[in-house]
């Protein structure tokens, strides 16, 4: 088993982990006091050689970004993506509950770094108890010198606040976001132009996932060299895996970006419930494609998950044993992007729909013959034109589902039954 | 449109004042339980906006209620690591024939809303649920019903 010194979560365990007092006991804010003494370019060049990626889904490297921001504007932007909501996903609840100041000193390196003074912090609507630890510690952080005027005596000011949202999944797509901090509907705007050219109130806005920004001050304090050498060779630094479904320890585990799908799941959560056997993985959230039970060796990292057909994505592995239908799983799993498209592009709010349908019917033992191919074909008519990712994502479920148990869908259609769980009896 | 109170917008809005708009509806929300007519249209007096954006931003997110609600509000997550480990139908069920209602249904007497829900980014506590703004997981049917008989008897 990888023995690995917890780096985002080293603080959580902790009573009071969401104290300032506790932060600041634990080597808190040094980073910061250091990152304000550097030009910003430089801060812009280590988090570029660290090798950092977006941690939100999308995987986009966290330096090329910040470059992207220009140098001339007056006004710019951070936003703090905290909108977790993706079926599996809970390791941005570990962190905004029990560790906010981690994220605030981040916030504020990178805000110094592209020359932002305001930054919003988006918060999932439910994480009620994180709202609250988040308006608290943003106030110590004022009242300690960390954020507002002349930060730390270096002439730098940044102003941060908190903005709940409501309950919409699109809102963590990284415009609809922007959208909502401004009071509209969550839908997604038309990329280019991107928020580093016109964000919120249409200013220059990065905008980064909290496990993005979380992974800052250690880059800060412990070097580029040391966050590039955890990991593999185009996915660097420390990771949260969420693990959910049937196994024994469902919870969040960090460990080094590239540790084999296997270990998580067999090692560190336990392995499965009830020695039942393992049948299918969802190794990075709803939205990604799912894998069968012999692909389980792959090593948890962007590039090695591409090679086999799937993604990172937020890195939240839902585990299903032999007892499940995987018609069910992938309805259950349309319903949910069914549900949550916003309607702004028609391939998706209608064809999330239909995908549901024909899933639904073809679980209760209704399906058409023609059925599979019509969940393909409706498929190839969302992915990919849609304003946002999530026309790509929402095709996911159904696709990998039938890619690796095509026959469990037909003996379905034939039969009118489920071979794994016999329902509809 | 119903703006005939209104003039004219003026020439360039503050995109900031909009910004305020679902803290305000949040706020609302709290005074009167649940977003009336009423409310929708103070809010966008408030903030200077016709009643038709305030009803655009509160009609998308499903946390702003546009009908009355129970003084307690049960959310069970129907996601698929809960159903995986005998949660969803199996809670919702359960819940629904002790309360006497459906899913999107008030107890008459005012007390209880049952609404299921997507994610609640609770995964590694399924079965999870709701109650108002608190968080319970790991959860059963005995647990809920000495849940419900708190919640009945408070």
């Given at each position: 088993m990888t023995e690995f010194e917890p780096v985002l979560t080293r603080n959580t365990h902790r009573p009071n982990s969401e104290k300032i007092a506790t932060y600041l006991a634990n080597g808190g804010y040094q980073a910061a006091r250091v990152a304000l003494r550097m030009q910003p370019e430089e801060i812009i060049e280590i988090v570029k050689r660290s090798g950092l990626r977006g941690r939100g889904g999308a995987g986009f490297p966290a330096g090329v970004k910040w470059g992207f921001m220009p140098k001339d504007a007056p006004q710019k932007i951070v936003a703090v993506n905290t909108d977790e909501g993706e079926p599996g996903t809970f390791k941005d609840r570990e962190i905004v509950e029990r560790d906010p100041h981690s994220v605030i000193e981040g916030v504020l390196i990178a805000a110094y770094a592209v020359g932002a003074n305001r930054a919003y912090v988006y918060i999932r609507g439910e994480f009620f108890l994180g709202i609250k630890r988040w308006i608290k510690a943003?106030?110590?952080?004022?009242?300690?010198?960390?954020?507002?005027?002349?930060?730390?005596?270096?002439?730098?000011?940044?102003?941060?606040?908190?903005?709940?949202?409501?309950?919409?999944?699109?809102?963590?797509?990284?415009?609809?976001?922007?959208?909502?901090?401004?009071?509209?509907?969550?839908?997604?705007?038309?990329?280019?132009?991107?928020?580093?050219?016109?964000?919120?109130?249409?200013?220059?806005?990065?905008?980064?996932?909290?496990?993005?920004?979380?992974?800052?001050?250690?880059?800060?304090?412990?070097?580029?060299?040391?966050?590039?050498?955890?990991?593999?060779?185009?996915?660097?630094?420390?990771?949260?895996?969420?693990?959910?479904?049937?196994?024994?320890?469902?919870?969040?585990?960090?460990?080094?970006?590239?540790?084999?799908?296997?270990?998580?799941?067999?090692?560190?959560?336990?392995?499965?419930?009830?020695?039942?056997?393992?049948?299918?993985?969802?190794?990075?959230?709803?939205?990604?494609?799912?894998?069968?039970?012999?692909?389980?060796?792959?090593?948890?990292?962007?590039?090695?998950?591409?090679?086999?057909?799937?993604?990172?994505?937020?890195?939240?592995?839902?585990?299903?044993?032999?007892?499940?239908?995987?018609?069910?799983?992938?309805?259950?799993l349309s319903k949910f992007f069914a549900h949550e498209s916003c309607g702004q592009c028609t391939p998706c709010r209608l064809g999330s729909q239909r995908l549901y349908e024909i899933l639904e019917r073809i679980e209760h033992g209704k399906g058409q013959q023609g059925d599979l191919d019509l969940l393909l074909e409706i498929s190839q008519g969302i992915d990919g034109i849609t304003f946002c990712p999530m026309g790509a994502a929402l095709v996911n479920p159904a696709r990998s589902a039938l890619k690796h148990f095509r026959p469990e869908f037909e003996y379905h259609l034939t039969y009118k039954h489920c071979p794994a769980n016999g329902k509809p009896a | 449109m119903n703006q005939a109170n209104k003039s004219s917008p003026p020439a360039i809005e503050d995109p900031r004042k909009r910004a305020m708009l679902l803290a305000a509806l949040y706020l609302a929300q709290e005074q009167h339980g649940w977003l009336s007519p009423e409310a929708i249209r103070r809010v966008a007096d408030r903030l200077e906006l016709s009643t038709g954006q305030v009803m655009s931003t509160a009609s998308f997110y499903t946390m702003f209620k546009l009908e009355p609600q129970g003084k307690y509000h049960i959310q069970v997550c129907e996601g698929l690591s809960c159903y995986l480990v005998d949660g969803a139908e199996t809670i919702i069920d359960h819940i629904a024939r002790r309360l006497k209602i459906k899913p999107g249904q008030t107890t008459p007497d005012g007390r209880f809303t049952l609404e299921v829900v997507q994610c609640l980014a609770a995964c590694d506590l399924a079965p999870a649920l709701k109650v108002n703004d608190e968080l319970y997981g790991h959860m059963t049917l005995e647990s809920i019903d000495t849940l419900l008989e708190k919640l009945e008897r408070s």
């Open positions: 943003i106030a110590d952080a004022y009242e300690h010198g960390f954020l507002g005027k002349n930060i730390l005596g270096s002439g730098f000011d940044l102003d941060m606040s908190v903005h709940r949202g409501a309950g919409a999944y699109i809102c963590g797509e990284e415009t609809a976001m922007l959208e909502s901090l401004e009071g509209k509907r969550g839908n997604p705007r038309l990329k280019p132009p991107y928020p580093a050219q016109t964000g919120l109130f249409g200013l220059p806005t990065l905008v980064h996932n909290i496990e993005t920004l979380a992974c800052i001050p250690h880059i800060i304090a412990r070097g580029p060299e040391w966050f590039a050498s955890i990991g593999t060779a185009e996915s660097k630094g420390p990771k949260i895996f969420s693990v959910s479904g049937h196994v024994k320890r469902p919870g969040n585990y960090e460990l080094p970006l590239g540790v084999s799908l296997r270990e998580i799941i067999y090692e560190h959560a336990g392995g499965l419930r009830d020695g039942k056997a393992l049948k299918a993985v969802i190794p990075g959230g709803a939205s990604t494609p799912m894998l069968s039970a012999d692909q389980i060796d792959v090593p948890m990292a962007f590039e090695t998950l591409k090679a086999i057909g799937s993604e990172l994505g937020t890195g939240a592995i839902i585990v299903m044993d032999e007892s499940t239908c995987m018609v069910e799983a992938a309805r259950r | -």
